[in-house]
């Protein structure tokens, strides 16, 4: 059999009983659900398809390319999956008390999960617990809010600014206001013993 006569039959059969295969098509248009409905454009016919569905969490960028599959060899039910190029995310995964929520979108994203929250919009970033509060970006460096525990050694390499009270081994140090001058007024004080005078 010459390979015209097997096309020509391959062709028939196809017309007669079409399989829809996957293939690659392009995003053009889509209207955000539930159901998520897509415009597809057919990669090799340029064909559109209309009322496309995909399943999950992102949000398609115009144009992006995907796989198209056909549920149960029917055109009408076709799916579209695996976007190259994506605008937004919102996920949750897990259920009970504690479910971790992603959220992705324009230049910001935010992680959750039961107390604890991760939040940034590309130039600074929020961490949150409970009440205890971050926040850090490039000009201000981080910020606290709410205690604060060191667990090792703190090395500073630049001057350390307080503004309230500190107390450092249970001895209280208040801000008096006024500069130290390192003048001795009266008897010196040194840390070691001292005799004491007959």
Known sequence: MSDDVAALLEDLIRRMLPIHT????RVKAFEIGPPHLATIE??????KIGKVRWLGATIPRSEALCLV????NTRSRAFAISFDEIDEVDLTIGAGPLPVTIRAKDGSAEISCGTVKLSTNGTKLNAESGSAKATADPTSGWVFFGKVKFEDDVTMEKKLDVKGKTTIQD???DNHGHPYVDTPVGNSVTGGA?????
Do not use: K, N, R, Y
């Open 22 to 25: 996957a293939t690659f098509g």
């Open 42 to 47: 057919i990669l090799h016919t340029e064909e």
């Open 69 to 72: 599959l056909f549920c149960d």
């Open 171 to 173: 001895i209280p140090f």
């Open 194 to 198: 001292q005799a004491l005078a007959p």
